[in-house]
């Protein structure tokens, strides 16, 4: 059974804080991937990696890095976390190719930015 | 480019009633075509996906949808409401030409009334 498991549930921070969201994969994916869901805009991707070390900007990079130094680890960092990015972030892994083999997701870390 | 309208942002059936969340895509070249569902404080899973071959494709917990070409949708369907149902659905889309970014629809949230 493939798992994704991200390392919060809920998170609250403040203002200007640097914020480091984990997931972790144990199916040997190659793909992992970061999404903000809000309501009524659905998932929108932040940024993908399809290797280890390697990573491409989403739709909505802008305030986010990613670290990937192994294979099942997929990090989302906020350098400086803002109200705005209040926001639930799921973590998705897949096998390649991406474009048609189905995504497995993470339950999400609700973080709230005070 | 690829884009996903889901027409409805919520949608309320009776138990035993039809279920029909409707899609449509837009896509520059031929799609792959998703489901998913997500039950409350749970990420995403796949409901079923459309790749190549036969346009009516029959997913988990009675679900199924139909690609329409000529329509550019992929409207899902269940014969009979469960109250198990009760989630939100989104409808998702690739290209099939590679690259590696899935885009989302807005959600549908699925009401079921006793």
């Known amino acids: 059974d493939v798992k994704v498991t991200q390392s919060s549930r809920y998170l609250v921070k403040r203002t200007g804080e640097k914020v480091f969201l984990e997931c972790v994969q144990d199916m040997d994916h190659e793909n992992m991937f970061w999404y903000r869901q809000d309501p009524g805009l659905g998932l929108r991707l932040i940024y993908f990696?399809?290797?280890?070390?390697?990573?491409e900007k989403g739709d909505i990079p802008e305030g986010y890095s990613v670290s990937r130094e192994k294979k099942e680890r997929f990090s989302l960092i906020l350098e400086s976390a803002s109200t705005n990015q209040t926001s639930m972030y799921l973590c998705?892994?897949?096998?390649?190719?991406?474009?048609?083999?189905?995504?497995?997701f993470g339950p999400g870390t609700r973080l709230t930015v005070l | 480019a690829q884009s996903v309208t889901q027409l409805g942002s919520h949608v309320s059936v009776s138990e035993g009633a039809l279920v029909l969340l409707r899609c449509n895509y837009s896509?520059?070249?031929?799609?792959?075509l998703f489901w998913y569902v997500q039950y409350p404080n749970q990420g995403l899973q796949l409901l079923l996906k459309y790749t190549t071959g036969a346009t009516l494709v029959k997913g988990i917990n009675g679900f199924e949808a139909e690609f329409k070409k000529s329509e550019t949708s992929f409207h899902l369907t269940k014969p009979s409401a469960h109250m198990s149902d009760a989630a939100e659905y989104f409808c998702a889309v690739t290209g099939n030409t590679g690259g590696f970014k899935t885009i989302f629809g807005a959600g549908t949230r699925l009401f079921v009334k006793a």
């Open positions: 896509s520059s070249v031929p799609p792959y």
């Open positions: 990696s399809y290797d280890v070390k390697m990573k």
């Open positions: 998705a892994s897949s096998s390649a190719p991406s474009s048609y083999n189905e995504q497995f």
